[in-house]
């Protein structure tokens, strides 16, 4: 068990001979005893584990249904003292009829008896000739010298972490068209189980995967697979042992192998428990019907094994990372096709800097007039130098107006801003706040006067990363009449500029990218240094990589600071020190609650992904939320 909502769960496929429960029970015991020390407090075996699901007619067989009985009580003995919650696939006869089911057990107890409900008997499987359907409803069955429920419609309510609860189905269930796995989830169930016996053919295992991974998408729940392996009969199939653990649509940890095996993950409930909240179509649990048996867990410290990317808005494989680079500007330039067509306006105003998010800001544009079928001179790229500009980033900004075909117009805002600093009594060798925003409200006032001037429609550049921590000049750079960067984090912006730049096709165009990708970000406020950029943003507010990783934790799964802390510790292990990783966190929540004021009243502009800003759609936040709560946890970290 862990914390911070966190379970460890096993699938085990142990290494079996076809009818000798006496040595697959010895198995099972070791794959036990291996879950645990691995840390695992839920198990799941596969179907008819303890016997073989090849055993065809000798299921039938007196012998070998009363070897399995006794060898479930020597299993049961076995895990005394085992805080885990086990699931072991073996056939029970009941009232004179037999039923493929899961033994359910908990510290050395008998539980519950899970029976299958869809038996096959098409193809290549023969169920029906052995196996009784089981019921919904939970009726008593007589175990040694006590009574245990047994029917499909038992769900596990542990104490341990908060909220969890653990429903039951077995193999063909799944590919059923009313699954049980529905029924539990609809009942409360947040994590399911699936013991199962798949044989493996041409193109299943995807199919297998993909199945998974969408009953636990649809369901927003964990989903533990585990299927039969090494020792079943090869007669006239094979079973490979595809085990699977997923949560809420993505594969946690797979293992496909022709051999026994252990494959572990965690699944984080309480990331299940808030998406079931935010969903506002996720119905109450309805348990009419249902039986809830209680078992308890210890809480442990457990390292964590589950995949954690350090760039959550970023996809790791390249293929994919492509596709979504193009699916993002296709959002932002068909998004901005429809105002220009709804305002009737002809021209697009955008200021233009020679950093990251004016290029990405242009670059949509661009788009948008292609779609429209306009000429790229109705882009009126303004360049409007100041104190902090620098040679590099002036050069850059006016390439790439030239390499695309766009009205160039240069303002030098450097004596207005003088006369506005007589004018409010502002020392010019100053260089506090109001030197630095000064700046960029002239640049806004330039922009809107421009656009009212040519009848265009001023597009915002500034980026989603920014407007979470407040980095805008509020009703500077802030403010626009479309925000086409609104939706994007600073860590993507970068990629979708390379992604422009690898498939322009024009070898100038391509030259001028690579260049503003590799100018260091900032907002050029302040004077330049030796002819270079004197201000650089990660310096000053922290790296973006880590405040996008703690936009997305938080807005996205709802994660509190100490659970935030251990998977930044996790993700970023060995890139940046613990106490980095603290000192920008808190600067995080600071400027996230204090800046609220600033998102509350953005310009239109396109959601992206599934993090997103806006007070109009996905965060609705009042200005003056007290983060009190969140500073306590925060308070109490790295001590």
Known sequence: ???????????????????????????????????????ARILVFPELVLTGYTCGDLFLQDRLLAETRHQLSEILLHTRGVHALIFIGLPIERDGKLYNAAAV????????????????????????????????????????????????????????????????????DLWAADTPGTRHALAGANVLVNLSASDETIGKDSYREMLIKSASARLVAGYVYCSAGEGESTQDLVFGGHNLIAENGHILAQKKQFSSNILCSELDVSRLRFERRRMNTWPAAEQTGYRIVEFHLETEETEMTRPVQSMPFVPSEQTERRMRCEEILSIQSYGLKKRMKHTGCKKAVIGISGGLDSTLALLATVRTFDLLSMDHSGILAVTMPCFGTTDRTYDNACRLAAILGLTLEEVNIREAVYTHFRDIGQDEENHDVTYENSQARERTQVLMDIANRE????????????????????????????????????????????????????????????????????????????????????????????????????????????????????????????????????????????????????PDGPKVGSVALSPRGDLRMPSDASMSAWQKELDALGN
């Open 455 to 602: 009848n265009g429609l001023v597009i915002g550049t500034g980026d989603m990363s920014e407007l979470a921590l407040g980095w805008a000049t509020y009703n500077g750079d802030h403010m626009s009449m479309y925000g086409v960067n609104g939706g994007i984090p600073k860590t993507l912006v970068r990629h979708l500029v390379k992604y422009c730049a690898d498939v322009c096709g024009d070898e100038a165009l391509k030259q001028v990218l690579l260049d503003i990708l590799d100018t260091p970000v900032s907002p050029e406020l302040l004077p330049p240094v030796e002819g270079k950029i004197a201000q650089k943003t990660e310096d000053l507010v922290g790296p973006y990589e880590l405040h996008d990783f703690f936009l997305y934790y938080v807005l996205r799964h709802g994660f509190s600071p100490a659970k935030l802390y251990r998977f930044a510790r996790y993700a970023f292990a060995g890139a940046y020190e613990d106490t980095v990783i603290l000192k920008w966190m808190k600067i995080f929540y600071r400027r996230f609650f204090s800046q609220q004021f600033k998102r509350s009243c953005l």
């Open 105 to 172: 057990m908990a510290d050395g107890r008998l539980l519950a008896l899970i029976p299958k409900c869809t038996i096959p008997g098409y193809g290549e499987f023969y169920e029906t000739r052995h196996f009784t359907p089981g019921n919904r409803q939970a009726e008593e069955f007589v175990w040694e010298d006590a009574c245990v429920p047994f029917g499909t419609d038992i769900l596990f309510r542990g104490d341990m972490p908060e909220g969890l609860v653990v429903g039951c189905e077995i193999c063909e």
């Open 1 to 39: 068990m862990m914390k911070d909502g966190l379970l460890r769960v096993a699938s085990v496929t142990p290494k079996i001979r076809v009818a000798d429960p006496q040595y697959n029970a010895g198995m099972i015991c070791k794959g036990i005893r291996e879950a645990c020390a691995a840390g």
